[in-house]
């Protein structure tokens, strides 16, 4: 199963969290590989553990209250659970770059941007004169799309507008030449003609680099349009992963199909629009067997999706998996 | 819905409406005009829906909110079933805001986190002396919540379940046209169906009209009959859903369009995409002339020069720019859809 020409290879991933009113599952038996050159995209709606999970990979979980249950993950096949705090560091910001939905938390607010990115410079080319990093983080500055890079430099993140400074974002992920790039809801803060500008400049640097990249989005649109291979994720699991182009044509996942027929068309009008009924579960209180299927049209009440967790499996094609005990009457149900 | 054909008689006419601010400028270097609605003009029918779309900085939220009072006009007439109601007190204005009511994005912060569910619905009943017991009753089970909500505190429920409750509230009066600024834009994509499926249903029962006010282009095409698209505090185009998303002419609302993503991985292979240079101008010191020629592929001397304007006539398909016309390359068009 394990593929060897993957980058990332995560399996198993289980992250607790504890609640006052006791400790609860909130990423569960989470396992997918990133291969070399792709973009592999994770798309789920909120609380369905994507941040949560790619947060762990990176060994940024937040707080005291969440911890990694169990699962492996290896990057570049070393195991990273045994890597020191340092080690670590000095792999994100190297050869992992990481992009994350708000730069301004991300950006030191009085810190000059130029200086920001230089530190990143530094801390990998420690051998590198000042005037030496000065240039390479103009040479990012430009490569990123930012006009006027001297005059950028030297100003504060505040002075550069959303757009901007996921631009300078960018420049500190890719400074290093990562192999590997993550980017959590990159675009979500932006409008869309700039989104448009920034995923374009994504493209562009994986184009030059050839680094893969794992894109955690809400947005299935921006998803398909990007991404090669896709998992959803729902309550905490991968409910299905498949290609980019089995996923939207042929979904095996009764939650995949809901969520798909829930999107308005842009480009024709309807009348009537599919909706899932009622809501997704909170992490306190999960439903038992598999999660989707107190809200799941195809299950219509059947004991094993009350009763089992659904192994996530194969379902039509090879390399398409699926988490529901029916997926072969999808199809037909869809 | 408005039936296609017949125009509803008119609900809602905005004319010329401007709303400007006074901005100081840092180390007290004296103050300029963000001029955030410039010369808006629509009119909406009855029970109809415009959507007004546009991208952050653009207006569509101030112009909302003048609309109903919340912020002062600095130019321009608001007609509310004929009636100037832009003149108005703010005393007078509370007789138009019983037909008038906005819902806003974050019905986290629009509730009030200490009143029951049912003092929510119930709070505007009492003060227009229309309160019973019956009539929250019946607005909850309208907008899909059960009676046992009625006892428990906003805190107890999901953002969707909030929207539900901010819905009851803002339709308990009958208004008949209802502001919906960014209404569904911070629900999950499951949740927003049900939102948005929830206010057809109402409109059909009760005839309200909905100016629609969003950034999400698809939820646009589907809730409206009419759409306007706003560009640094203007309307550059409008016209009908199929007008405006099927044949667009304006060149913004073709980059627009063309950028959002769709769930297509087909469409990445096609090289159609219009990718606008720059970004959004400073409000504080717009382009002259058409606000939009710094960044159109089309641009010529005259667009710095002269403001375009769009048709006068409410209901034709208007188009605010020098240069209009189709799209180069149909394949954005409405005419080849893939299966």
């Known amino acids: ?334 | 819905m408005a039936m296609n054909g017949a125009t509803p008689s008119e609900l809602l006419r905005v004319d010329s409406l401007r709303k400007h601010f006074r901005v100081s400028k840092p180390h007290g270097l004296g103050s300029s005009t963000l001029r955030a609605v410039d010369g808006v003009s629509f009119a909406l029918g009855k029970g109809e829906t415009l959507g007004l779309v546009g991208e952050s900085g653009c207006g569509k939220s101030t112009l909302g909110r003048t609309i109903v009072g919340l912020h002062e006009a600095s130019g321009g007439r608001v007609f509310l079933n004929g009636r100037d109601i832009s003149g108005t007190s703010r005393r007078a204005r509370s007789f138009e805001r019983r037909e008038m009511q906005i819902v806003f994005q974050d019905p986290y912060a629009s509730l009030d986190p200490r009143m029951s569910v049912h003092e929510i619905i119930a709070e505007p009943l009492r003060i227009n002396g229309m309160y019973s017991r019956e009539r929250v009753a019946k607005m909850l089970t309208a907008v899909g919540l059960q009676e046992g909500a009625a006892t428990r505190k906003p805190a107890e429920f999901s953002g969707g379940q909030r929207q539900r409750i901010a819905i009851a509230r803002a339709l308990a009066l009958d208004p008949e046209l209802v502001i919906l600024d960014e209404a569904v834009s911070a629900l999950d994509v499951s949740i927003q169906a049900q939102i948005i499926n929830l206010l057809k249903a109402l409109q059909r029962a009760s005839g309200v009209a909905y100016l629609f006010i969003a950034h999400d282009l698809s939820v646009v095409r589907y809730i409206s009959d009419r759409v306007a698209v706003m560009y640094l505090g203007r309307i550059v185009e409008s016209g009908t859903r199929d007008e405006v998303f099927g044949s667009p002419q304006h060149p913004y609302t073709q980059a627009l369009l063309s950028a959002v993503p769709r769930p297509d991985p087909a469409r990445r292979r096609a090289s159609t995409r219009i990718v606008l240079k720059g970004e959004l101008p400073d409000p504080l010191a717009p382009p002259s002339g058409c606000g939009f020629r710094t960044r159109c592929p089309k641009a010529q001397a005259i667009c710095a020069s002269v403001t375009p304007v769009g048709a006068s006539d409410p209901r034709a398909h208007a188009v605010a720019c020098h240069f209009p016309g189709p799209l180069e390359s149909s394949s954005s068009s409405s005419a080849n859809v893939p299966q």
């Open chain 1, 1 to 334: 199963m394990t593929d060897q020409s993957a980058i990332l290879s995560v399996r198993d991933l289980t992250v607790d969290v504890e609640l006052p009113e006791g400790p609860a599952r909130i990423v569960d038996g989470v396992s997918f590989d990133v291969r070399a050159n792709e973009v592999f995209g994770i798309v789920g709606e909120s609380g369905s553990g994507k941040s949560i999970a790619m947060l762990a990979i990176m060994g940024l979980l937040p707080g005291s209250n969440m911890r990694i249950a169990r699962g492996q993950v290896l990057f570049r096949g070393r195991d990273l659970a045994v890597l020191t705090a340092q080690e670590m560091r000095r792999l994100r910001g190297g050869e992992l770059g990481m992009i994350f939905q708000d730069p301004m938390t991300s950006l030191n607010p009085v810190l000059r941007v130029g200086r920001q990115i230089g530190e990143t410079v530094r801390i990998h080319h420690p051998d590198l004169s000042k005037h030496g990093v000065e240039a390479r983080v103009l040479e990012l500055l430009d490569l990123v799309g930012i006009p006027n890079p001297r005059r950028r430099y030297r100003q504060y993140p505040h002075e550069f507008s959303g757009g901007m400074r996921q631009r300078a974002m960018i420049a500190m992920a890719i400074a290093n030449d990562p192999v590997l790039l993550i980017a959590d809801e990159p675009t979500t803060a932006l409008d869309v003609t700039i989104q448009v500008q920034i995923m374009e400049l994504l493209a562009a640097v994986r184009a030059r680099t050839g680094a893969s990249m794992v894109l955690i989005t809400h947005d299935l649109g921006l998803v398909a349009e990007t991404a090669d291979r896709i998992a959803v994720m729902y309550g905490g699991r991968i409910m299905e992963a498949a290609s980019a182009q089995a996923l939207f044509g042929a979904p095996r996942h009764p939650y995949t199909v809901g969520l798909l027929r829930s999107l308005p068309e842009l480009h024709r009008s309807t009348e009537s629009l599919y909706s899932i009924p009622g809501q997704p579960p909170s992490v306190r209180d999960r439903p038992s067997g598999c999660v989707f299927h107190p809200r799941c049209g195809l299950s219509n009440g059947r004991a094993p999706c009350e009763e089992r967790v659904p192994e996530l499996a194969t379902a039509g094609a090879s390399h398409h998996l699926a988490a529901c005990h029916y997926s072969d009457e999808t199809p037909q149900w869809r």
